[in-house]
C-alpha cells in the first residue's frame, strides 16, 4: 500500500520550518492570554507580537515553567517555536 502525503507534508519535506501540525503557542498580553498559531518555525518577535495582538514597542520574553526566560526578543529576533510554547508581552523597559 502506498503512502499518501497531504500538501502540506510535502511543503515540510521541501520547505524546512514548515510544519505538518500547526504549532499552537500562547502569549500573555496585558493580563489575558492570546492563543497563537504558526504553520513554521522559526518565526520573529515581530510575528509573535503582531499574532498575538501586542503592540511592537512591548518586550517580549520566552515563559519557561512561568518564569521569564532568556531577555528580551527583539522584533528581527528569529525564535525556534513548539507547541505549548509561552510567552509574555510586557511594557517596554520590563523585560532585561
Given at each position: 500500500?502506498e503512502?499518501?502525503?497531504?500538501?502540506?507534508?510535502?511543503?515540510?519535506?521541501?520547505?524546512?520550518?514548515?510544519?505538518?501540525?500547526?504549532?499552537?503557542?500562547?502569549?500573555?498580553?496585558?493580563?489575558?492570554?492570546?492563543?497563537?498559531?504558526?504553520?513554521?518555525?522559526?518565526?520573529?518577535?515581530?510575528?509573535?507580537?503582531?499574532?498575538?495582538?501586542?503592540?511592537?514597542?512591548?518586550?517580549?520574553?520566552?515563559?519557561?515553567?512561568?518564569?521569564?526566560?532568556?531577555?528580551?526578543?527583539?522584533l528581527?529576533?528569529?525564535?525556534?517555536?513548539?507547541?505549548?510554547?509561552?510567552?509574555?508581552?510586557?511594557?517596554?523597559?520590563?523585560?532585561?
Amino acid at each position: 500500500m502506498e503512502n499518501a502525503y497531504t500538501d502540506k507534508e510535502m511543503a515540510g519535506a521541501t520547505h524546512p520550518g514548515v510544519h505538518v501540525q500547526p504549532i499552537n503557542i500562547v502569549v500573555e498580553v496585558n493580563g489575558r492570554n492570546h492563543h497563537v498559531r504558526f504553520d513554521f518555525s522559526p518565526v520573529t518577535g515581530r510575528q509573535i507580537r503582531e499574532a498575538a495582538g501586542a503592540p511592537l514597542t512591548d518586550d517580549l520574553t520566552r515563559l519557561i515553567h512561568g518564569k521569564p526566560s532568556g531577555g528580551n526578543i527583539g522584533l528581527d529576533d528569529r525564535v525556534e517555536i513548539h507547541n505549548g510554547d509561552h510567552f509574555l508581552a510586557l511594557p517596554t523597559g520590563t523585560v532585561s
